[in-house]
């Protein structure tokens, strides 16, 4: 059994551009959420997806936008990439309330 | 403000050795508790939670916390550490276990075990 997959596990982007994240989650988990995690620092949640709806956002700005799909995969997008936005991105998704099951993140470079 | 404070960033123990990891919190409500750990390259797996009940909590590879309420704290131990062990701990805090909540990390806490 396939747990959380995120792609690309690695990629870099410049100053302005776009990026979109991939997450696949663990077999019958139905919510995903994402959580930004710079260096040093712990995870940031972003936001999270049920039935294909944004049900929770943090303090991040409308530049992050997301995606879920009818089989329960998800985006993560941002726009107008910022040097500050330059982290390793996690993805966790749930089923009804259960534990959280993290993904090994994308890590993306701003340059 | 909701946060959660992890007061060592760096922590080096011996071998067989016990720990202790620090974790404070500031919730309005009743909190939802939880311990992760993270591994280099890996994504971050669950060590315990707490929720209510019996403030002493176990959780895998040996480990536990305990949930002081006065002290507004949540501290991980383990009796005897691994070299395994090695890695990157956070506490985070929540407002349910339902799917929905965000919960709030702490900066980690880097732990190296030396032979």
Not at chain 1, 19 to 34: A, E, I, N, Q
Not at chain 2, 52 to 71: C, N, P, Y
């Amino acid at each position: 059994d396939a747990g959380v997959t995120q792609s690309p596990t690695h990629l870099i982007k410049t100053r302005g551009q776009q990026v979109t994240l991939r997450c696949s989650p663990k077999s019958g988990h139905d919510t995903v959420s994402w959580y930004q995690q710079a260096l040093g620092q712990g995870p940031q949640f972003i936001f999270q997806y049920y039935e294909e709806e944004e049900r929770q956002r943090g303090n991040f700005p409308d530049r992050f936008s997301g995606h879920q799909f009818p089989n329960y995969s998800s985006e993560l997008n941002v726009n107008a990439l910022l040097l500050g936005d330059s982290a390793l991105y996690l993805c966790a998704s749930s089923f009804l309330g259960g534990e959280l099951f993290f993904g090994e993140g994308s890590r993306l470079t701003v340059l | 403000a909701q946060s959660v404070t992890q007061p060592d960033i760096h922590i080096t123990v011996s071998e067989g050795a016990s720990l202790e990891l620090r974790c404070n919190y500031s919730y309005g409500a009743t909190p939802y508790l939880f311990w992760y750990v993270q591994s280099p390259g890996q994504g971050l797996q669950l060590l315990l939670k707490y929720f209510s009940g019996d403030t002493l909590v176990q959780g895998i590879k040996g480990f536990e916390a305990e949930f002081k309420r006065s002290q507004s704290s949540f501290n991980l131990r383990k009796p005897s550490v691994h070299w395994s062990d090695a890695a990157e701990y956070f506490c985070a805090v929540g407002a349910s276990f339902q799917a929905g909540t965000a919960l709030i990390f702490g900066k980690g806490t880097t732990l190296s075990v030396s032979s």
